[in-house]
């Protein structure tokens, strides 16, 4: 009997059509059987949001042996949802992949992160799975060659069982810009926030309102502690970060019940 090869489903936020899931793809698919269900337009910045009273579209792109490519015009997580209702119903992926992202997902990017969104999805699903970004800037060539072999080893991993993710919990890794030294390297999550995040473009012509666009200045409030992802980028590390679905702040709660 031949053994059935693993699936991997995989999505991401910059699009259906964008050069960073290219490459996921072509790094993945000697390792598994694939199915990409990707947003038709940009969708960064979603977060987990979900589409509520308007008609998701499945289309249907390419259909092969061993790859099946869907669009929709949902949010990232949409795809997710929509893959395992449709077109996973019936094989169970055993990988959630999204990204490569193109820009950072590192620090409190990750509460904003649509390509993070559909990892945590496939997460809440038991699903092990894992968010790649690399963190060139807007406007910037991505070269996204660097962290691929990252991304191999880590697949490898996981589909052979080198690697067990525990219950409800995923990986948001990302690469810096140019060769990485050092390999992956696991991490937390450094604090930060983001700061003057709208500029003002001028008088709505009609209303007379005034309009905004957002912008904002990263701003990372410890970034020379060693062992946190900003940390390890900007010493040209790639960082990997596993993260809980539950967000309950045990100590605290342990904390309150001793009250």
Known sequence: MVKMRPLILIS???????????????????????????????????????????????RCLRKEAGLEVYASNGTPV????????????DRRPDLVLAGINKGTNSSINVIYSGTMGAVIEG?????PSVG????????????????????????????????????GVCLNVNFPVGP???????CTQAVSKWTKEFDYVG??????????T?????????????GTDEYVLAHHGASCVPLKIDMTDMHFLSAMKRK
Request: some cysteine.
């Open 214 to 226: 957002l912008g904002g200045e990263f701003v990372c409030m410890e970034p020379d502690r060693e």
């Open 12 to 58: 991401n936020d910059d699009g259906v059509h964008a050069e960073g899931l290219a490459c996921l793809l072509k790094t993945v698919s000697p390792l598994a059987d694939v199915v990409v269900l990707a947003p038709d337009t940009q969708q960064s910045g979603k977060s987990s949001a979900v589409t509520s009273g308007v008609d998701i579209e499945l």
């Open 132 to 167: 790649f970004s690399l963190c060139v800037n807007p406007g910037e060539p991505a070269d996204y060659s660097y962290g691929l072999p990252i991304v191999r080893k880590l697949v490898v991993e996981l589909l052979d069982g080198a690697l067990n993710l525990p219950t």
């Open 123 to 127: 997460c809440i699903n038991g699903i």
């Open 180 to 186: 990485i030294e050092g390999g992956l390297q696991w």
């Open 203 to 212: 008088v709505n012509k009609t209303t007379d309102n005034p309009l905004y």
């Open 78 to 89: 949409d795809c997710v949802k929509l893959a395992f209702y449709t077109v996973c119903r």
